[in-house]
C-alpha cells in the first residue's frame, strides 16, 4: 500500500502500537540483568572496555566527527521514522559510547536501557553510514563496541543472547544437536536421490575440493536449500563434502552480541574443520553476517587477517559454476524479479555485480531497485537485530518502512534475497506492508530453472 | 615395544607391490563411495550402493553379509578392518568388519577409534536420550543433550552432558550453569555455563577441560578443581603427566602458557593452541601467531625462525621427539617444514606426515593440479595417483608403505630408502 507521495503507509498503524509496545515492552534478560548491576560495576566495565579494547581507531573517530549529519541520510532507521534525529548515526554515538566517555562510565541503568536500545535494535550495523560519512568514520564500529559493554554487563537481549548461549554449546545457533544435523543430511539425500539416483551428500571425505557449509536454520527450518545445493553440486561434478562434526555452521551471533571470545570459537572450529577435512576451499550458502564472520571478524580475532581458506560465498559459486558451463540453464525464469543486496557481501566484500550477472543468467526480467549494490538500503534485520526475537517485531516494521517503499517501487513480482537474515527480514516487510511479491532465495531460482543433468567436461 | 609397534613388525614388509582392481567395482555396483585403506595397507574398502537403499561395504572384492538402508563413517581399524555404522529399519548399530555389535539405537555418529584400533567408541542417542558406547558396552545413564564426547586409548570415554532442562530461550537457567562432565556416563559433580575440550593424561585416570564460569569468565578444571587463576578465554589444556596440566590461557588480550595454574612460557602470543607434548615429555610445543597475523611453532617457548602469512594447520612429533613437522599454509599454497626447515612444495594440499620413530624418516602425502604425491624427506618417490592414503614407514626405517589408486588400480607399494 503505497500514498501518492511514494511514502509508505502503514497498513495496521502499528507505529501508534510499536510506539506502545516500546515504551511497555521490557525484555527479561535486560530488565534482569539491569537489575544486578551496581554503579561501580557499571563504571569498572565501561572503562575496561574503552581504555583495554579501543585504541587509535576508536580515538580518531571520536576526535574527527563534526557533527555534520551526513550521515543521517544513509540511515534507514532515520528515514523510516520521518527523519526523527533520535535514529541519525552520530546521535545514536551521541547517545551511547560518547556519554560512556565523557561520564567516564558514570551511566544509569536507564541510560543503558536506552544504550542496549539503540544498538541492538536502532542498528543494523549495516556500514552504509560509513560510506556516506566525509572522514568514513565507522558508526557500525562503534555501535558494536557498545553491544561489547552491553555484553560484559549482562544486558544483551534475550533472543540473541540465547542464540549466542546455543553457539556456546553446541557451535551452532539454533541448539541443532549433533545427530540430529547428520540425519538432515542424510534426509536430503535421500530424497534428492528421486532426482538424481547416486546422488551422494559425502560425509567427512577427507581431500575433498570443497567443504560445504550452510547456517542452523537450514537444517532446522530450510532443508530444502540443503537439497538444492546438492542437486548442484551432483549435477556440477564437484568433489565436494559436509562436515558431521561441529563447525559445519557459519553463523556468528556471537560477533553481534560482542562476545568476541565466543565468536572467535566458532571461526577457529569452522576453519579447522576445513583443516581436519583437507579441502581446498569452503563454499557456503546463501548468508551475509555469517561471510562477515568468516571473512572478517570471527578470524581476525583468532588472529587470521584473512581467512585462512578460501570461502566463496554462494553468489560467487553460483557465478562460477554458471560461466564454467558446468551447470546450464533450461529455460529462465519468467517473472519479474529485483535482487536485494545483502549488506555484508555486497558492501562488505563487493559481490553485487556478479550477483547481477547470475540473475540476468537466470532471469529474463530483472529490475533493479534503487539505491542498489554497495549502496543498498539493509533489510532491516541484519545485524542482529532479527535476531532480538518476536518481542521487536513490531517496531522493526515501522523502522522497516524506507525498505518497503524502495520494495514497492520496483513493480516486481519477485524478490530475491541471497542471505537468510535478509530473506526473513524482508519476508516480514512483505507480509506486513502487504506488498505482493514473493520472496525466493538465488538458489530457489538456481535449481527450478537448470538442466537436470550431469556435468561432462569438454561435452 | 607397544602393541601397535609389534603389529607394524608383522605386516609385510617384503611383497614389492600388491594390487586390487578398485575402479572394476563400479561396474559391480550402482555406485561406489570413497575408499578408505587398512591400516597395514591390505585391503581397501568403500561403502557400496546395491540397489535402492540397499548398502553395504565392499572389502578387496567381497561385500559384508548384511544389507542396510544406510552406511557412513567407514573407518580402519585393528585387525586389517574396518568398522562403520549401519541402519536398517531405522535403527542404527555399529558394524565391525561385517560383525554387528549387539546394542541398536535410534542415531550413532562420532566414530572413536584407539590409536591401535583396537577400542571402539561412538555417542549414541536413544529415545531423545544421549550416550556413549564403547565396544558395544553403553552408559547406562543417559541424558537430553551431550557434545564433545572423547575416549582415552584405554576405552575410558567421557562427554559434556546436560543435566537439568532449560525452556525455550530460558537464559537465566543457563547462566545457571546445567553443564557436566560425564565420566563412563557418571556425571561429575561441578556445573558450568559451558565445558570444551576434555582432555585425559596418559593412563585416563586424571581428566581435564576448559569452562566458562559467568558470562566473560573461563577456567580451567583439573579432575573435581577449577583452577585459581580465571581467564578470558582458554583452549584445550594437556597433560604433561598424570601430576601436571598446561593449557593455552587469554589474559590482557594475549595468550599464555600455564602449568598447574601458575605461568609456564614466559612469551606471551596473539594465538597459541594445539598443545602437543613429544612422547617422552621432554618438549611441549604449540602453533602459535606472533605478531598479528603471522604463524609458526613455538617448542619449549622458542619460537621457530620461520613463519607462514597463513595458517599452521597442525604439528607432529616423532616418537623419540627429536623431529617436529608442522603443515602449513603461506601465500595460497601448502607446505611441510620440519625442524623449522620448509620443504617448499607449494602443493595445493598436504596431508597429515607420518615420522619414523628416531625422526629420520617423514614421508607426507600431497595433492597438486589433482594428483597425489608421495613425498619422503624432501623427495618425490610417487605421483600421478588420484588418491593416497597417509604411508605406513617400516619399524626400521628403511621403508615406506604407498597405498594409493593409480589408473584405477589399488596399489599397495613398499618403497625402499
Excluded at chain 1, 133 to 138: E, S, T
Excluded at chain 1, 145 to 171: A, F, G, M, W
Excluded at chain 2, 208 to 214: H, I, L, P, S, Y
Aim: include cysteine; proline fraction near 4%.
Amino acid at each position: 500500500m503505497q500514498s501518492q507521495d511514494n511514502t509508505m503507509t502503514d497498513p495496521s498503524n502499528e507505529t501508534k502500537q510499536a510506539e506502545k509496545a516500546k515504551q511497555k515492552a521490557t525484555d527479561p534478560a535486560i530488565e534482569a540483568g539491569l537489575e544486578r548491576l551496581t554503579p561501580e560495576r557499571i563504571k569498572k566495565t565501561i572503562n575496561q572496555v574503552l581504555e583495554k579494547e579501543t585504541g587509535p581507531r576508536f580515538k580518531a573517530y571520536v576526535e574527527t566527527c563534526m557533527r555534520c549529519g551526513l550521515c543521517a541520510e544513509a540511515c534507514s532507521y532515520f528515514l523510516s521514522n520521518d527523519r526523527d534525529p533520535r535514529f541519525m548515526p552520530a546521535a545514536k554515538v551521541k547517545n551511547t559510547i560518547w556519554e560512556m566517555l565523557v561520564k567516564k562510565g558514570e551511566v544509569s541503568r536507564d541510560f543503558l536501557r536506552e544504550a542496549v536500545r539503540i544498538s541492538h535494535l536502532e542498528c543494523n550495523v549495516c556500514k552504509r553510514c560509513a560510506m556516506y560519512c566525509p572522514f568514513g568514520i565507522d558508526i557500525a564500529y562503534m555501535m558494536l563496541l557498545v553491544r561489547r559493554i552491553c555484553h560484559k554487563l549482562e544486558i544483551t537481549p534475550q533472543y540473541i543472547q540465547d542464540t549466542v548461549n546455543s553457539h556456546s554449546v553446541t557451535l551452532n545457533q539454533m541448539w541443532v544437536k549433533d545427530d540430529e544435523w547428520i540425519d538432515t543430511l542424510q534426509w536430503q539425500e535421500e530424497d534428492a536421490r528421486e532426482e538424481f539416483e547416486d546422488l551422494q551428500i559425502p560425509l567427512d571425505k577427507m581431500g575433498a575440493d570443497i567443504m560445504y557449509s550452510v547456517i542452523a536454520p537450514e537444517p532446522k527450518f530450510q532443508a530444502g536449500l540443503i537439497y538444492q545445493t546438492a542437486a548442484m553440486m551432483h549435477a556440477a561434478g564437484i568433489d565436494w563434502t559436509m562436515p558431521s562434526t561441529p563447525g559445519w555452521d557459519n553463523s556468528n551471533m556471537a560477533m553481534y552480541t560482542g562476545d568476541n571470545e565466543i565468536s572467535g570459537r566458532i571461526a577457529k572450529a569452522f576453519f579447522e574443520t576445513a583443516a581436519k577435512l583437507r579441502v581446498k576451499r569452503i563454499v557456503m550458502g546463501e548468508c551475509g553476517h555469517a561471510f562477515r564472520s568468516v571473512y572478517d571478524m570471527g578470524n581476525r580475532w583468532n588472529s587470521w587477517v584473512m581467512p585462512p581458506f578460501e570461502v566463496v560465498h554462494a553468489l560467487a559459486f553460483y557465478h562460477e559454476l554458471l560461466t564454467e558451463g558446468r551447470i546450464t540453464i533450461a529455460e529462465k525464469y519468467k517473472k519479474k524479479v529485483t535482487l536485494h543486496d545483502p549488506c555484508n557481501v555486497s558492501r562488505g566484500r563487493g559481490l553485487h555485480d556478479k550477483a547481477r550477472e547470475v540473475v540476468n543468467m537466470v532471469c529474463e526480467d530483472f529490475v533493479d531497485m534503487v539505491p542498489n549494490r554497495e549502496h543498498n538500503f539493509c533489510c532491516g534485520a541484519g545485524g542482529g537485530v532479527i535476531n532480538c526475537g518476536p518481542p521487536y517485531k513490531g517496531e522493526r516494521m515501522v523502522n522497516n518502512r524506507n525498505k518497503a517503499e524502495q520494495l514497492a517501487a520496483t513493480g516486481a513480482e519477485v524478490l530475491i534475497a541471497p542471505c537468510h537474515n535478509c530473506h526473513s527480514g524482508l519476508e516480514d516487510i512483505i507480509q506486513h506492508y502487504d506488498l505482493k511479491m514473493e520472496i525466493k532465495f538465488l538458489g530457489d531460482l538456481m535449481y527450478e530453472t537448470m538442466e537436470k543433468k550431469i556435468y561432462k567436461p569438454g561435452a | 615395544m607397544n602393541r601397535k609397534m609389534e603389529e607394524k613388525r608383522s605386516w609385510d614388509w617384503h611383497t614389492e607391490l600388491t594390487e586390487i582392481a578398485f575402479e572394476e567395482w563400479k561396474t559391480r555396483f550402482n555406485w561406489v563411495q570413497a575408499p578408505r585403506v587398512s591400516m597395514d595397507g591390505e585391503r581397501i574398502a568403500a561403502v557400496v550402493n546395491l540397489d535402492e537403499m540397499a548398502f553395504t561395504v565392499c572389502v578387496n572384492g567381497d561385500v559384508w553379509e548384511g544389507e542396510y538402508e544406510k552406511v557412513w563413517s567407514l573407518t580402519p581399524v585393528s585387525e586389517n578392518g574396518f568398522a562403520a555404522f549401519a541402519a536398517r529399519d531405522e535403527e542404527w548399530t555399529m558394524n565391525v568388519n561385517g560383525t554387528e555389535w549387539s546394542n541398536w539405537c535410534d542415531f550413532i555418529w562420532n566414530m572413536m577409534v584407539s590409536p591401535d584400533g583396537t577400542r571402539l567408541g561412538a555417542a549414541f542417542q536413544t529415545d531423545s536420550e544421549y550416550g556413549v558406547i564403547v565396544d558395544d558396552v553403553p552408559w547406562e545413564d543417559r541424558y537430553e543433550n551431550m557434545t564433545g564426547a572423547v575416549m582415552a586409548p584405554d576405552g575410558t570415554s567421557a562427554a559434556v552432558v546436560q543435566v537439568e532442562s532449560m525452556a525455550a530461550a530460558d537464559v537465566d537457567a543457563f547462566k545457571k550453569g546445567v553443564f557436566c562432565v560425564a565420566r563412563n556416563g557418571k556425571a561429575m559433580d561441578r556445573r558450568f555455563l559451558n565445558i570444551w575440550d576434555i582432555s585425559f593424561d596418559a593412563d585416563a585416570r586424571n581428566i581435564a577441560c576448559g569452562v566458562r564460569t559467568d558470562r566473560e569468565t573461563y577456567g580451567i578444571v583439573q579432575n573435581n578443581s577449577v583452577w585459581d587463576n580465571r581467564f578470558e578465554s582458554v583452549w584445550k589444556p594437556a597433560f604433561l603427566d598424570a601430576d601436571t596440566l598446561l593449557a593455552p590461557v587469554r589474559s590482557g588480550g594475549k595468550w599464555h602458557l600455564y602449568k598447574n595454574d601458575a605461568p609456564f612460557w614466559a612469551n606471551a602470543y596473539d594465538q597459541l593452541w594445539h598443545l602437543t607434548i613429544s612422547p617422552d615429555g621432554s618438549q611441549v610445543a604449540a602453533i602459535v601467531s606472533s605478531p598479528f597475523g603471522r604463524w609458526t611453532v613455538a617448542v619449549n617457548d622458542r619460537v621457530w625462525q620461520q613463519s607462514w602469512d597463513t595458517m599452521v594447520a597442525d604439528i607432529h612429533f616423532s616418537a623419540d621427539g627429536s623431529c617436529l613437522a608442522a603443515v602449513y599454509k603461506h601465500k595460497e599454497f601448502w607446505d611441510l617444514a620440519v625442524d623449522e626447515t620448509p620443504w617448499h612444495m607449494a602443493a595445493d594440499m598436504v596431508f597429515v606426515p607420518r615420522i619414523s620413530k628416531d625422526g629420520s624418516v617423514v614421508a607426507v602425502v600431497v595433492e597438486k593440479q589433482g594428483q597425489y604425491q608421495l613425498v619422503v624427506n624432501k623427495r618425490v618417490v610417487a605421483s600421478g595417483y588420484r588418491f593416497m592414503a597417509e604411508p605406513v614407514i617400516s619399524p626400521d626405517g628403511t621403508k615406506v608403505m604407498l597405498k594409493g589408486i593409480e589408473n584405477g588400480i589399488y596399489k599397495r607399494k613398499i618403497i625402499g630408502l
